[in-house]
């Protein structure tokens, strides 16, 4: 595999991987038990930190971008594993 194609693979991990840990610890200001200032949507989180999203989302980047690299040379799941119409017999 070649670094660049490693680097646009991991690039899309890292992306979802921040979608997906984004949300967690996010507290509104219902929540936090705080009176929102004018402005400030009632939805809105009031303890957002996007340092801590950033090392979450590199973290688990890395571990999901790992374990696709080993599966790329080990084999693990292939192409044929995932052929649905395979396993519905058509």
């Known amino acids: ?9 991991y690039t899309l991990f890292w992306t979802i991987s921040a979608f997906v840990v984004m949300p967690f610890g996010l507290r509104t200001p219902d929540e936090a038990g705080v009176t929102p200032t004018l402005g400030h949507a009632t939805s809105a989180p009031v303890n957002f930190r996007p340092r801590r999203v950033l090392l979450r989302a590199t973290l688990l980047s ?22 649905v119409s395979r396993w519905l017999g058509l």
């Open 1 to 9: 595999m070649r670094w660049t194609s490693m680097l646009a693979i």
């Open 62 to 83: 890395l571990v999901t971008f790992g374990l696709f690299y080993v599966n790329f040379y080990q084999g693990w799941v292939t192409s044929d594993d995932l052929d």
